[in-house]
C-alpha cells in the first residue's frame, strides 16, 4: 500500500515541482520526489513486474529526457514550453531513481541464478 501511495504522491509533486508551485521549498521538494522515486523502486516494484517496469521506465526516462533537451534547445519558445521542460525534468527526478533501483534489484536477483 505504500509504494502505491508513494508513485501517486511522487507523481503529484513531480508535477508541483515542474510548475512551479514548490516556492522556496523546490530544493526540499526535489529532494522528496527523489527519494518517493527509491521507495517506488523499493517497495512497488516486485521481481515479476521488473522486466515490463524496465522497459517502460527506460522509455518513460529517455522520452522525457530527449523530450525535454529537444523543446530546451531554442527551437520551440515561450511559457508552455519552459513549462513542459521543467514538468518532464521533474518526472525524470521521480523515475530515474526507480528505475536504478529496480534494475540493480534485477541485476542481484539474476546473479543469484
Request: net charge neutral; hydrophobic share 60%; proline share 2%.
Amino acid at each position: 500500500m505504500l509504494g502505491s501511495w508513494s508513485f501517486l504522491v511522487g507523481l503529484l509533486l513531480a508535477v508541483l515541482l515542474g510548475v512551479g508551485l514548490t516556492g522556496p521549498y523546490a530544493t526540499q521538494m526535489t529532494w522528496a520526489v527523489f527519494l518517493l522515486g527509491v521507495v517506488i523502486g523499493l517497495l512497488n516494484i516486485t521481481s515479476s513486474e521488473a522486466s515490463a517496469f524496465l522497459t517502460s521506465g527506460t522509455v518513460l526516462v529517455l522520452v522525457s529526457y530527449l523530450g525535454a533537451n529537444v523543446l530546451d534547445s531554442g527551437s520551440a519558445t515561450g511559457y508552455g514550453v519552459d513549462l513542459l521542460v521543467s514538468v518532464l525534468n521533474s518526472v525524470l527526478v521521480l523515475f530515474v531513481p526507480a528505475t536504478i533501483v529496480v534494475a540493480v534489484r534485477a541485476v542481484f536477483g539474476l546473479a543469484r541464478n
